[in-house]
């Protein structure tokens, strides 16, 4: 039977990993995957999660199930984190998933059992497996225009002429924070017009919110998620772990369902439903250790202080390039790496410089030109910025 099969094109990310790995020049930089990265090039447990696990280690007395939304500790500590007092508890629907992606496939299965013609709208452009995953389950997707080639902003204009096609039964995904691939992000006087938009539409809305603390703050980056919770009657939120807790491997994440409290028994239930189907119980190894980070109030102001480090970092990176960037080209195009937020940056610039950047000055972004900001330390700054000039960016 399997000979009708045929070969899936590779996940583009994923495929970098390989050839970065395989590529034996000592100067090569790595700005593919989205995984943070230290000064050291390592991937570290954060303090307060190798804290959690040896709280778990010693406490677990069993591994036996949970339940089919997960853990209803993990739930509570996550909707506390990312929606805060935005609604009412009985509001929200939600199960554990594995990972922020899990999340994502399940609100769109959901979506698709609603409604199979639903459209779904996506920024222009937004995380490939979105796309990826929208398409295998024969969703129909359409495009918004999202990102200006010159200015390497928003072109909200035309985000919002475009969203304001979507109709009832159609969903808006957005994302909460720290824009996947692009790292442009709206302010909140946009982020209102949005919502404004959707709430004359009655088109649904989705977040995808994987990068919480990366950008402007814990509380800073959920804001636009909380606001759009308050304000329409049903949103989708799909949350990972992954990178503010740096349990990547874990596969954390939970989907939650915003609507009325007297939905809320057949949203859970739905929800549960689909967990069911797709893997039975969610994952419970790093939900656990997340809720218990969560729930310790040393853990908590630990795990804050170095996601905050982590921040940081990535901000001063990013204008430690912006400036040496200035320098070399004389003018100051590249300042929008200052603006840009999260652990993405679209260049903006060709496949062909992006392939040439990779050959000749063993430079790894997406083919997009979106680079993980997170891969660079002090070191590799100028070497990038010397690179990106050489090249003719
Ligand atoms: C990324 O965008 O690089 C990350 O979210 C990792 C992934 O799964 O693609």
């Known amino acids: 039977m399997f000979d009708t099969l045929s070969p899936q094109a590779p996940d583009k990310i ?3 990993i390989k050839m970065f790995r395989d590529d034996p020049r000592e100067t090569k930089i790595d700005l593919g995957v989205g995984v943070y990265k230290d000064a050291d090039g390592n991937t570290p447990v954060m303090r307060a999660i190798k804290a959690a696990e040896q709280i778990v280690w010693d406490t677990q007395d069993s591994k036996s199930y949970t339940g089919l939304a997960g853990d209803p500790a993990f739930a509570d500590a996550m909707i506390d984190l990312v929606l805060s007092e935005a609604v009412p508890r009985d509001q929200i629907a939600a199960v554990a998933t594995p990972g922020g992606t899990g999340a994502c496939r399940q609100a769109f299965e959901l979506v698709k059992m609603a409604n199979p013609k639903a459209r779904v709208f996506v920024s222009n452009p937004t995380w490939p497996n979105h796309l990826s995953i929208l398409n295998y389950l024969g969703l129909e997707v359409v495009p918004y225009r999202y990102f200006d080639a010159d200015s390497r902003g928003v072109d909200t204009q035309a985000m919002l002429d475009d969203i304001s096609t979507a109709g009832p039964g159609d969903l808006v995904l957005l994302h909460g924070c720290c824009h996947n691939p692009t790292g442009a992000n709206l ?43 308050s304000s329409l009657p049903n949103v989708l939120v799909a949350a990972s772990c992954s990178k503010n ?20 028994p057949l949203n859970q239930s739905t929800l549960e439903y689909l967990n069911r189907q797709n893997y039975s119980f969610p994952p419970d190894h790093g939900a656990r250790i997340v809720t218990t980070v969560l729930t310790d109030p040393g853990l908590r102001a630990d795990w804050q202080t170095e996601l905050e480090a982590v921040r940081l970092s990535m901000l001063s990176l990013r204008q430690d390039l ?5 320098r070399l080209a004389g003018s100051d195009r590249f300042a929008f790496l200052a603006q840009h937020r999260g652990m993405f940056s679209r260049l903006g610039t060709t496949p062909d410089l992006v392939e040439k950047l990779r050959i ?4 790894y972004m997406v083919g997009d030109s979106r680079m993980n900001i997170a891969g660079l330390n002090a070191q590799k700054v100028p070497i990038l910025a010397q690179a990106i000039i050489d090249c003719g960016v």
Do not use: C, H
């Not at 977040?207 to 814990?218: E, H, K, P, S």
């Open 245 to 264: 807790f740096g349990v990547y491997r874990e596969r954390t994440g939970i989907l939650m369902l915003v609507g009325s409290s007297s939905a809320r």
């Open 14 to 16: 994923l495929a970098l």
């Open 187 to 229: 302010n909140s006087v946009e982020w209102d017009a949005v919502i404004a938009s959707l709430q004359a539409s009655g088109a649904t809305a989705m977040v995808d919110i994987a990068y919480q603390g990366f950008g402007d703050g814990l509380e800073e980056d959920a804001a636009a998620t909380r606001k759009l919770v």
């Open 360 to 363: 000749d000055y063993g430079v």
């Open 322 to 326: 912006a400036n040496e960037l200035q």
